[in-house]
């Protein structure tokens, strides 16, 4: 249990840096740089997206760290599928429940959205991006990266 809550504190620490910059960049973006909502808000996610995974492939899954572009690929569609989330309750807070509200909507999107999405990426980035497993290829199937294939396979 005590691996599990390094892994959250770890995972919440990247979150937090993540959301700063995302929050500041788009700040940032809107006022002084003067670009519209939807392309600043496209460019802070993206750089948040990119602190998050920094700080996830840096941190808590150091030891576990896949490597190339198809990791950071599936690390963002599991962001924006939490951002999805996090819209879709506010979608459903607004528009189908009636509740219209600058409360309401900082409720739905942000606190209730912002939990379940929350989940979603902890439990995507631990089982789709930074998957546990052997190391040094040790049991079939998996990746051995003495001879750069698989185990108990042709390749390897």
Same mark, same amino acid.
């Given at each position: ?19 700063? @910059? !995302? ?12 670009? !519209? ?11 948040? #997206? ?12 150091? $030891? ?9 690929? @599936? ?13 879709? #309750?506010?979608?459903?807070? $607004? ?9 309401? !909507?900082? @409720?739905?999107?942000?606190? @209730? ?44």
């Amino acid at each position: 249990m005590p691996g599990t809550r390094r892994e959250l504190a770890g995972f919440a620490a990247a979150g937090l840096l993540a959301y700063a @910059v !995302d929050l500041g960049l788009f700040t940032l973006l809107r006022g002084p740089a003067g670009l !519209d909502p939807l392309t600043a808000k496209t460019l802070s996610f993206l750089a948040g #997206c990119s602190v998050a995974y920094a700080g996830n492939a840096l941190g808590p899954y150091r $030891h576990r760290r896949p490597r190339g572009l198809r990791p950071y690929a @599936v690390f963002f569609a599991v962001n924006a599928a939490g951002a999805a989330v996090q819209l879709l #309750c506010l979608a459903i807070s $607004h528009y189908g429940l009636g509740l219209t509200s600058q409360r309401a !909507d900082t @409720v739905s999107g942000a606190v @209730v959205g912002m939990f379940l999405a929350t989940l979603l990426r902890f439990w995507g980035t631990r089982t789709l991006v930074f998957r546990a497993g052997p190391t040094t290829g040790g049991a079939a199937g998996s990746w051995n990266e003495g001879t750069g294939g698989r185990v108990g396979s042709w390749t390897g």
